[in-house]
């Protein structure tokens, strides 16, 4: 990296910089950006604004989000392992006071590692406010990740080639929720994803599920050595686990027999899912759910009837009004608009109580 006389350099451990998401910091000065909705901001003055990012590639072609006061961009990235020099503002005329949100907003087609941000020499980067003490996580698919949401005139079809241009986290119903409840947010989800390994749609054909990746920082093997966890990083008052209808694919075994073999094997993974969450999280307000993307209701009665039995009066079940009937596609910018207003009144009925820390 080469500055001109006029940049300066600030650097991906700056203090002042305010991070959201689980990222890795293995790495102080250069974090990596693994889960979509992870992000970086920065108030700062002066005219000018670059980032420097490294895109380590696994499929579609990859992009990163940026608002910059206000106004929401997306750029895409190079997928030959250099490092990036990423024009985000360049205008003489500003010299203003300006906030700047960098975030993911792709799933595990790829990850980037950020170094940091070129400013003005003289300009200066300034404290931001305090982050809420309100913490928020969600464990789902792609209506949690904000895959396809864009695509807003169905232009993905079977016959089209989609290349993860429409995906985009920060209008997921998540991160919607998020901000509606103005609460800190980290997004663990996956396009495609199930509970169980060897059903649903990620990674294929060796399938993997939400069960292999809950508990891990870097989990598409694809991208490198998979890492765990470390939960005492993030502790949420609130849990949105919206797994569920992927598990269909390849078998909708809960449809065709709901007290079979495999729907038993299901659920008694979902239970010890569920219980697992509840230990890392114990005071945690723990929301059961799927989506309203189409799906058969047994999925949701087994869901009901397992919450029933943990008999947890804060792990509670929650129903869209148009749960798995509201789109046969991946959920679209209005849907995660109707969803998250549902979500976060139901999770506001249990306030204020819910965001109190023990």
């Known amino acids: 990296m080469v500055l001109e006389e006029t940049e300066k350099f600030v650097n991906g451990g700056t203090e002042k910089l305010t991070y959201s998401g689980r990222i890795d910091f293995s790495h102080s000065l250069s974090p990596v950006f693994i889960f979509p909705g992870s992000s970086v901001s920065m108030a700062f003055t002066g005219s000018k604004l670059k980032i420097l990012i490294k895109n380590n590639h696994s499929y579609y072609d990859n992009y990163i989000g940026c608002i910059l006061d206000g106004i929401q961009k997306k750029f895409l990235l190079s997928n030959d392992n250099s490092i990036q020099e990423i024009i985000l503002k360049n205008d003489s005329r500003e010299v203003k006071a300006h906030e700047v949100i960098v975030f993911k907003r792709q799933d595990s087609c790829h990850e980037f590692t950020f170094y940091g941000f070129i400013i003005d020499k ?208 991946c959920t679209r910018v209005w849907h995660a608009e109707e969803m998250s207003f549902e979500l976060s009144m139901f999770i506001k009925g249990f306030e204020p109580e819910i965001w109190r820390t023990s």
């Not at 038993?264 to 219980?275: A, G, N, Q, T």
Request: hydrophobic share 35%.
């Open 122 to 329: 003289d300009s200066e980067v300034i404290m931001t406010p305090k982050k809420s003490g309100r913490c928020i996580e969600f464990y789902g698919d792609s209506a949690a990740a904000g895959e396809q949401i864009e695509d807003t005139d169905y232009l993905v079809t079977k016959e089209s080639n989609y290349n993860g241009q429409y995906s985009n986290a920060w209008y997921s119903y998540a991160m919607m929720t998020a901000r509606n409840l103005k609460a800190c947010v980290s997004i663990i989800a996956q396009g495609g994803i199930s509970l169980l390994n060897n059903t649903g749609y990620f990674h294929s054909p060796d399938r993997i599920g939400m069960e292999s990746i809950y508990d891990k920082l870097h989990f598409n093997p694809d991208l490198g050595d998979v890492i765990n966890w470390d939960f005492k990083r993030y502790i949420p008052q609130v849990v949105v686990i919206d797994i569920g209808q992927n598990d269909a694919y390849p078998e909708d075994y809960m449809k065709a027999d709901k007290d079979g073999v495999k729907a038993k094997i299901w659920k008694e993974h979902y239970r010890s899912f569920v219980l697992n969450i509840r230990k890392k999280y114990p005071h945690a307000l723990i929301v059961l759910t799927t989506t309203i993307m189409k799906h058969d209701s047994s999925w949701d009665r087994a869901i009901g009837a397992i919450c029933m039995e943990i008999n947890d009066e804060k792990i509670v079940h929650f129903i869209y009004s148009f749960n798995g009937r509201g789109t046969p596609f």
